[in-house]
């Protein structure tokens, strides 16, 4: 097809991709300004985008109050009784939300086993019951998988190969319920016979009356819908912020509650005592979440967080390079820095052996371990990647770009990309290279530090950034500190989503003081999936003040225009826009 004819057969044949209804896909009106505020001024444009989160307390407190929500806690603790199997199950931001969950329940079990030995066999059982997958498998952490949400008939063969039945429990996180895959999943985990959750995160009402495919998800009466709507996103359709935080706010409270259920109704006074951390009830998670919102937004924690978005601004403007160092929370840091190549079209992760690839701005790597064992710390399972055949693609009705040229999925591409503690000269390839160590809860261990140190020279210089709760003294001259006074809980959840909520923050506060926001769309976004090319459809018509249908014309006109090594030149909407007039660098009026 011609350009004309891709974007007429998207505006007749992809209605169900035509998401200007829903919540989430629109312009939130407390971040309107962000780009014009956050130029002027950095710790007004990080609180702007913290004002965001502003309504998932009441959100999360409200959902923990529904029978649904309770049957859903109850439902976790039958899991560990019966010895049945806890599956979270979606795709890209949400999808590594799931593996997250997974593996800090798999952390926690195995945590017990050197302080009440005795129970060893109990406790690893337990932490083989929780299981994860998000569409694409395991390679979609580290590098988005094209298409394949589009695709009902993927989410349920993940399923089949998860082989869960009656007695299980599956766990759909969703936004909207566009991305077939995961409508896929829960449709088949209905079939199958499992008890099947679904938790969303915009008004049923627009969901069941615009998207068909989400519609009969909400058919199906044995399916429990437990509803997470927290408005619009900071940065329009970014759903890696808000909605991916009140899913883990959600489903982390319930994992907590129903396994500390569970040990208090197996294990002695004693033992209870020796573990040393419990759980809260589940409205004082809500209560948590304002607590931390509140430090990260005022005094020396905003600070920090200011200080930490002026330094990678300063790295990124320069053509440097950031190489963030933990081993605690490489799974948190790896969720984000994956997260930043389809949002502001930036060069994915490439591999080790990749040497004529474009280097990525940001990467993690574990100090403690050599590539192969960090991945098993990463995922504390099995990797698990989708080991499909043409047939396979054939039977499951893939397009014929799937079936002519796979997508490199199966699980032995994950360890192609090294985030171990070897050596990896791409790392510091061009300055300046920083290296960023990350100390966070007092994570930052001698053999961390040893680690930091002994590599530095390599590069141009780095930080430490300390953050949650600071232990006493200095780990280094340059340091950047973030205190926020954060409750351990059993999978210290709380933790995960300072984490994250910083993370994201840093990586959109950056990106938008270099211009890769404009108010507050993402005019960088990379069309990964139909849903994408929707919304670089509508960002254009909203900017440029013209049809949907015009803008949809003019998006493909520059999508088509151009050689396909030259994708992250810069965005299609960027290029677009250009084309009409518009100035992406000018403030908003």
Not at 231 to 259: D, F, I, P
Not at 322 to 350: G, N
Not at 389 to 407: C, F
Not at 568 to 574: G, K, P
Request: proline share 4%; net charge negative; aromatic share 10%.
């Amino acid at each position: 097809m011609n350009y004309k004819e891709a974007s007429k057969n998207f505006i007749e044949n992809e209605k169900q991709f035509h998401l200007g209804v829903i919540p989430t896909e629109q312009s939130n009106p407390r971040t309107k300004n962000l780009s014009a505020t956050i130029a002027k001024d950095t710790a007004a444009g990080v609180k702007m985008i913290l004002s965001a989160d502003t309504d998932i307390p009441s959100v999360a407190s409200k959902a923990f109050e529904t029978p649904e929500f309770k049957r859903f806690v109850d439902d976790i603790k039958r899991v560990i009784d019966e010895r049945k199997t806890l599956l979270f199950s979606s795709v890209g931001a949400s999808g590594r939300m799931a593996i997250t969950i997974d593996a800090a329940w798999r952390q926690f079990w195995t945590s017990l086993i050197h302080k009440l030995p005795n129970r060893a066999q109990t406790f690893l059982d337990i932490s083989n019951l929780s299981n994860s997958f998000t569409t694409g498998g395991d390679r979609a952490l580290v590098r988005s998988v094209e298409n394949f949400e589009d695709y009902m008939s993927f989410g349920r063969q993940q399923i089949i190969d998860a082989n869960v039945g009656p007695g299980d429990v599956v766990v759909g996180l969703s936004e909207c319920g566009l991305s077939a895959s995961i409508n896929g999943s829960v449709l088949e985990a209905d079939d199958r016979g499992c008890t099947t959750y679904y938790l969303y995160c915009n008004p049923k009402e627009i969901l069941v009356k615009h998207l068909d495919r989400t519609r009969v998800v909400f058919e199906r009466e044995n399916i429990i819908k437990i509803s997470l709507y927290v408005g619009n996103m900071a940065v329009s359709g970014s759903t890696r912020m808000q909605v991916t935080t009140v899913e883990l706010l959600a489903a982390g409270a319930a994992v907590e509650v129903a396994c500390y259920q569970w040990l208090k109704e197996n294990l002695t006074s004693e033992e209870l005592e020796a573990i040393g951390v419990g759980a809260f009830e589940l409205q004082d998670y809500a209560q948590e979440f304002q607590k931390l919102l509140d430090q990260l937004s005022t005094g020396e924690a905003l600070v920090g967080l200011t200080q930490a978005v002026e330094y990678e601004t300063a790295t990124y403007n320069a053509n440097g390079l950031i190489t963030y160092l933990t081993h605690d929370y490489l799974l948190d840091i790896l969720t984000d820095t994956t997260e930043r190549q389809p949002t502001f079209t930036l060069p994915p992760f490439r591999k080790f052996n990749d040497k004529e690839g474009l280097i990525s701005w940001a990467y993690v790597k574990d100090p403690l371990y050599p590539n192969t064992v960090a991945w098993q710390h990463v995922f504390r399972r099995p990797i698990k990647g989708l080991d499909w055949t043409v047939e396979d693609y054939k039977r499951l009705n893939a397009s014929k770009d799937i079936i002519n040229n796979p997508p490199k999925v199966a699980s032995s591409e994950v360890e192609e990309y090294y985030i171990g503690n070897e050596d990896d000269p791409s790392r510091y390839s061009r300055k300046p290279a920083r290296l960023v160590c990350l100390d966070i809860n007092g994570s930052a261990t001698p053999e961390v530090m040893k680690w930091y140190y002994t590599n530095l020279p390599k590069f141009s210089g780095g930080v430490v950034i300390r953050m949650g709760n600071i232990p006493e003294g200095k780990l280094a001259d340059n340091e950047i500190r973030i205190p926020v006074k954060l409750p351990r809980t059993l999978t210290d959840v709380m933790t995960h989503i300072m984490v994250k909520l910083a993370f994201n923050l840093l990586s959109t506060a950056t990106m938008a003081k270099m211009g890769r926001v404009w108010g507050n769309w993402m005019i960088q976004v990379l069309p990964t999936n139909k849903k994408l090319i929707d919304r670089s459809t509508r960002i254009i018509a909203s900017i440029a003040n013209i049809s949907y249908e015009q803008a949809n014309e003019e998006f493909f006109k520059s999508y088509y225009g151009r050689d396909p090594k030259e994708e992250y030149r810069e965005s299609y909407v960027v290029e677009t826009l250009r084309r009409l007039g518009f100035d992406p660098n000018k403030d908003v009026e």
